[in-house]
């Protein structure tokens, strides 16, 4: 069974607690939530006081990525804010290791994203440490960008390498990805959906949701 997680980066920001709530309603299991330095990544976002303010009136898992440097820096401040999962990116982390343990020390659940061009090696070491890896099917930084065909043997690779050591580690998709090519990100491996545009944007969002989920195991 997969999981889909809305991305909020394209909700209507000025309505974005209605645009929640109707995720919600259609059983999505994660809120993702794009938080972006403008350093890190070219583009600017929001950050822990919009998390707290929805939190209250929400249920779902809430998933943070983290697009920003230094992110050791906010740990504290977004599980405070009320998220779940923090996810950090490994380009950003000097000890990566040390990040990770500081964020298991808040009690949430930990996840480590790689940009395409970021070979799974990099995390080789501290796969039996975290929950998720987040594998980034677009360069990060804005919403509504094209999946990078490459990226179907990157997650093909990381399955292969959490089979083999036994982990229950989830494999999460981000960016791209549409009812059209759900299948084949799940055929490799991928088991949390990260879906912004095509969950937002859709004119009847519980239809778009289901679709998804037909889609999948095809
Ligand atoms: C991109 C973000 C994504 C983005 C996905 O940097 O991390 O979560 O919102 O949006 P779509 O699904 O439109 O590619
Ligand atoms: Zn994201």
Redesign the pocket.
Same mark, same amino acid.
Not at 7 to 10: R, T, V
Not at 136 to 145: C, I, L, S, Y
């Given at each position: 069974m997969i999981k889909l997680a809305p991305?909020?980066?394209?909700a209507d920001f000025s309505r974005l607690l209605e645009d929640v709530k109707k995720v919600e309603k259609a059983g999505c299991e994660y809120l993702?939530i794009?938080v972006?330095d403008g350093h890190f990544?070219p583009?600017i976002t929001l950050g822990p006081m919009i998390i707290k303010s929805i939190r209250k009136e929400v249920d779902m898992f809430f998933d943070a990525?983290l697009?920003i440097k230094n992110p050791d820096n906010y740990i504290k401040e977004f599980v405070d804010a009320g998220c779940d999962m923090i996810v950090v990116h490994q380009e950003a982390c000097t000890h990566l290791h040390r990040t990770i343990q500081n964020i298991k020390s808040h009690n949430v659940k930990v996840g480590v994203s790689l940009n395409p061009a970021t070979p799974i090696e990099t995390i080789k070491h501290v796969l039996h440490d975290i929950d998720m890896v987040l594998i980034?099917?677009?360069?990060?930084?804005? #919403? =509504?960008?094209s999946?990078i065909e490459g990226m179907i043997d990157k997650i093909k690779e990381l399955k292969d390498l959490i089979d083999k050591k036994g982990l229950n580690v989830d494999i999460q998709v981000? #960016? =791209?990805?549409?009812p059209d090519n759900v299948s084949k990100v799940v055929k490799a491996g991928a088991n949390i959906i990260?879906?912004?545009?095509?969950?937002f944007?859709s004119d009847n969002i519980e239809e778009t949701v289901k679709l998804f989920r037909e889609n999948a195991n095809k």
């Open positions: 991305s909020i980066l394209s993702h794009d972006m990544v583009n990525h697009m980034m099917t677009v360069n990060p930084g804005f #919403g =509504g960008q999946f981000d #960016g =791209g990805i549409k990260v879906s912004g545009s095509a969950i944007e």
